[in-house]
């Protein structure tokens, strides 16, 4: 609620401190006293458009400071959160508006913009009256308030965190396809990269074993020579190692048997004679195998050239081929097993899609139950209110094929249309000619609804424009039964509404310092008496019409 409200140098306005209290409080005074002032600063405040006309004359900047009280888990107080004010149970929004120059707005100290200003200003306070915009109007407070009527704000809750999942998933496949897009080349080139490496058919040591290879091919016919000259040394006619060796071990096993002491000898030559005939066998062998294939050989050496190619190609040695291969293998197996994070996205998107449309049928469902009774019940409360011809409907229009058309409170769009006058059809609010009317419909709105639409503190501009008598009484308490639970301002002419008040402020003018200002202040009760004395009888008051005055006051 709005605890107080410091106005400098605005308009007749000088110098104001004014403390408002809860329930209803109305504000009277004399016709051109100024009474739309203190609307005027409220509604700058709150983000209204700077008219640097509006400083007083004389001064070079206007200053306003309103401080309200946020209630926990209130609209107000979750965008204080969101906006890095969390846990601060009051905010005090002060709007400088100077001559030259742009105006400036603080929260709790801390600058703003216009549009952050207005945002809150509408969870703070409703202005409705008729110079200013009647938000009432705008089709998302007219579906609040069939959803309200309906008792379906859990479902809209529901409603509203499918339609977030559903628009994630829908910005995460754009995303995805964009990425795609932008990667399409670069994708492109790693499956190549990958099917060039699989079909290189790529093995552990592969280079190291075609290189000993290469070597040991290469050095062919070298090897051959020092083989059987190995072998002619070995085993050649007359002298070769291996005969000389078995003539050796013969003679030193005759000796063994004269001298027993030549046993570990002849052991020794025996396994000499032994290894040298292995050695001989081997060789032979080697020498068998050992060709010279110049197809092989060939063929190695375009396989290290292939090998030496990819290595050059990737910047890295073998182990980072495998490497790479190995990595590249693993991300693709993934790929072909899940499926693309594309098709996971659409997967997800058609799950999203699917669950909000079948809540925002069953939403769209329940509304229509509701149309014709909360038709009903408006056209009830403005008969009571001097429309007594007023005539209401409520369209609903979905449009379950049309995703652009989809919100976070479904498919649906309602329209409150009124008809005030007998042989007029119903029109949409916005058509509506009286602002007075405008004024009857949405005090008529807020009863209904029995609170604020988020916002706990009503303002009503002159709600009671061109009516009287028992409606005027019947607007009167209409306001005071808003106030008990809510803090309500009411801009007033009639006496019949004035005496409903709980707090009683009053506008007049008065000349100071040879300038004119407009000054607000409190009335007791017998400044009440002699207020709504004057504004039933005039400039002469009669002891009949004080007497009046002091009866519609108890009564009330």
């Not at 946020?70 to 929004?93: K, L, P, Q, R, V």
């Not at 003679?251 to 290894?275: F, Y």
């Not at 190609?313 to 594309?342: C, N, W």
């Not at 005071?480 to 409903?500: D, E, Y």
């Amino acid at each position: 609620m709005l605890y107080s409200l410091q106005i400098r140098n605005l308009a007749l306005i000088r110098d104001l401190n004014l403390d408002l209290a809860q329930g209803l409080t109305v504000l009277t005074g004399e016709t051109g006293a100024g009474k739309s002032i203190l609307v005027d600063a409220i509604s700058l405040v709150l983000g209204d458009k700077a008219n640097p006309q509006l400083i007083r004359h004389g001064s070079e900047q206007a200053e306003i400071t309103a401080t309200f009280g946020i209630t926990a888990g209130s609209a107000a107080a979750g965008w204080m959160a969101s906006h890095g004010f969390d846990g601060e149970d009051e905010c005090i929004i002060r709007r400088i508006l100077a001559r030259q120059g742009r105006s400036r707005i603080f929260l709790n100290g801390h600058a703003i913009s216009t549009s952050q200003n207005r945002e809150l200003g509408e969870l703070l306070v409703d202005l409705l009256g008729q110079n200013i915009h009647l938000r009432m109007v705008r089709a998302d407070r007219q579906m609040d308030l069939l959803d309200r009527y309906a008792g379906l704000p859990e479902k809209v809750d529901q409603m509203g965190n499918s339609y977030r999942k559903w628009r994630e998933a829908q910005e995460t496949q754009q995303e995805l396809l964009s990425r795609q897009e932008q990667h399409a080349e670069q994708r492109e080139w790693r499956h190549f990269v990958f099917e060039e490496l699989e079909n290189a058919s790529l093995r552990e040591d592969e280079w190291e074993d075609l290189g000993k290879e290469l070597q040991r091919l290469g050095s062919a016919t070298q090897l051959r020579e020092t083989v059987a000259a190995a072998l002619s040394t070995l085993d050649g006619e007359p002298d070769g190692t291996l005969r000389q060796l078995t003539e050796v071990y013969r003679r030193i096993h005759q000796a063994q048997g004269k001298d027993p002491s030549l046993g570990e000898t002849e052991k020794l030559l025996e396994g000499a004679r032994i290894q040298a005939e292995e050695a001989l066998n081997a060789l032979q062998h080697y020498l068998q195998d050992l060709e010279a294939d110049p197809e092989r050989l060939a063929q190695i050496s375009r396989r290290l050239q292939q090998l030496q190619d990819l290595q050059r190609k990737h910047h890295t040695d073998m182990a980072g081929l495998m490497e790479l291969y190995r990595q590249m293998r693993e991300e693709f197996a993934t790929e072909s097993a899940i499926g693309s994070p594309v098709l996971q996205a659409e997967e997800r998107l058609q799950a999203a899609r699917q669950d909000y449309q079948t809540l925002a049928g069953e939403l769209s469902l329940e509304r229509q139950k509701y149309l014709d009774p909360l038709a009903r019940a408006i056209e009830s409360q403005l008969h009571g209110l001097g429309m007594p011809h007023a005539v209401v409907e409520i369209r609903m229009e979905s449009r379950p094929d049309n995703e652009g058309s989809w919100m976070g409170r479904g498919w649906d769009r309602a329209e409150i249309r009124i008809s005030a006058n007998p042989g007029h059809p119903p029109q949409s609010l916005s058509n509506v000619a009286s602002g007075g009317e405008l004024s009857r419909i949405s005090l008529a709105l807020q009863v209904l609804m029995a609170e604020p639409e988020g916002a706990e503190t009503l303002i009503f501009d002159e709600v009671d424009v061109g009516v009287g008598g028992a409606v005027a009484e019947r607007i009167g308490r209409l306001l005071r039964s808003l106030g008990q639970h809510h803090q309500v301002l009411c801009v007033t002419h009639l006496p019949q509404v004035a005496a409903h008040g709980h707090q009683h402020l009053k506008v007049q003018k008065s000349l100071e310092l040879g300038q004119t200002e407009t000054q607000i202040f409190p009335l007791d009760t017998p400044g009440r008496v002699d207020e709504i004395a004057r504004m039933l009888g005039g400039i002469e008051i009669s002891p009949s019409i004080r007497a009046a005055a002091e009866k519609l006051l108890s009564a009330c």
